[in-house]
């Protein structure tokens, strides 16, 4: 009975170590991929597609890796994801010309869509099932946890080293969370030989899209920070990165327990009004404190609304589909970070950084309006 509930075992404890480093590892290349393009003679344009392209084939991978967990196991996908990555990473140094760069970052989202997806997989397949909100919600802790710890460390990297470094701190990370995780043991479910493919999952529709309006906001903080901190005369832009990753932390302390004992609505809720209040501080900031004070009160309500999402995704979804279910939910990230990196930047190009993250206010409260619609019968 003790092993059924019992949450903080090794194999639980690694794949959250290698899904912080997969995120920090992938990342840090968001915020640098266009500077170097543009160093080589690229346009905007093209920088900018290096933070989009990969999505196109990330979002294929995770519809057909979703499927290929719950057949052949996420230990296999994870490992076969990390490969890919390492081995694109690497070809970073010799990609000396434009296209080059694009076309490695394109293959590069196969390896990110495959790896994600199975580590989220291989996390629902350990958690207890008593204990899903606080095992799936530390999960989801450490996927924003990455995303906000990458800037910092890239801007860094950046500001006193070289792209070349960069790729070596990457690559340092992912062929270590590699060998970690090859010494993960993960439960694999018993499927159905005549089972077809699926590419989504229908019960993690609706999460999925509420992910995806989740997302929109985060698209553009993740993409446009360091340009918006030009225009309010902030260098030190890494300050509002790490107030989220703080708030994150802190949301872990109290969002996974309250999902297992009252329910999503609790969390999800309050978290997305104080998602809108950071969004809504950060478009007045006039100086790092602000900044600062804003990403406070957004890491706080996403470090609780994306992990009670991806928990419900999971509690909703049959045991022998949960890795089509989590490749699904993640798809809606993966759109609403594009449409958040490019529809935004339309609103900004005719007005200015600080409507464009007002605007994005829009995206929350069409998720709240969603969200009461489909749960207004639950409890």
């Given at each position: ?354 409507i464009m993250y007002r605007s994005a206010i829009l995206a929350l409260l069409v998720f709240l309006v969603i969200y009461f619609f489909a749960f207004r019968k639950s409890k």
């Amino acid at each position: 009975m003790e092993s059924k509930t019992k949450l903080w075992t090794k194999d639980y404890v690694f794949l959250l170590i290698g899904s912080i480093f997969l995120y920090v590892g992938f990342m840090v290349f968001m915020p640098t991929l266009p500077t170097q393009i543009i160093k080589l003679g690229g346009s905007q344009v093209e920088a900018s597609l290096a933070v989009g392209v990969f999505s196109v084939v990330a979002l294929l991978m995770r519809s057909i890796s979703g499927s290929w967990n719950d057949r052949f196991g996420s230990k296999v996908l994870i490992l076969i994801g990390f490969l890919i990555l390492i081995a694109t990473t690497a070809s970073f140094y010799v990609s000396t010309v434009v296209l080059a760069l694009l076309a490695v970052r394109f293959i590069q989202g196969a390896g990110w869509g495959i790896s994600t997806t199975s580590i989220a997989t291989g996390v629902s397949a350990i958690v207890p099932p008593n204990r899903t909100g606080e095992g799936i919600g530390f999960y989801g802790l450490t996927t924003a946890l990455g995303m906000s710890l990458a800037p910092v460390v890239a801007i860094l990297i950046m500001n006193y080293f070289s792209f070349n470094t960069l790729i070596t701190f990457a690559l340092v990370i992912l062929v270590a969370t590699f060998l970690l995780l090859s010494q993960v043991r993960i439960k694999q479910e018993k499927i159905k030989k005549s089972g077809k493919m699926k590419l989504f999952e229908k019960t993690a529709l609706l999460p999925a899209f509420l992910c995806l309006l989740m997302a929109i906001p985060l698209g553009g903080i993740q993409t446009f920070m360091m340009v918006y901190g030009t225009e309010i005369h902030v260098e030190n832009t890494w300050i509002y990165f790490l107030g989220q990753a703080i708030t994150i932390l802190l949301s872990r302390l109290f969002a996974g327990r309250l999902y297992d004992t009252k329910g999503h609505f609790v969390v999800v809720v309050p978290g997305v009004f104080a998602m809108m209040l950071g969004i809504l501080l950060l478009s007045f900031a006039t100086g790092a404190w602000m900044l600062f004070l804003a990403a406070l009160a957004f890491g706080l309500g996403y470090g609780m609304t994306q992990p009670a999402l991806q928990a419900l995704t999971v509690d909703r979804a049959a045991p022998e589909n949960k890795g089509a279910a989590n490749g699904t939910f993640l798809s809606g990230m993966d759109i609403g970070m594009a449409i958040g990196s490019f529809g935004l930047s339309i609103v900004a190009t005719y007005s200015n950084y600080a409507i464009m993250y007002r605007s994005a206010i829009l995206a929350l409260l069409v998720f709240l309006v969603i969200y009461f619609f489909a749960f207004r019968k639950s409890k």
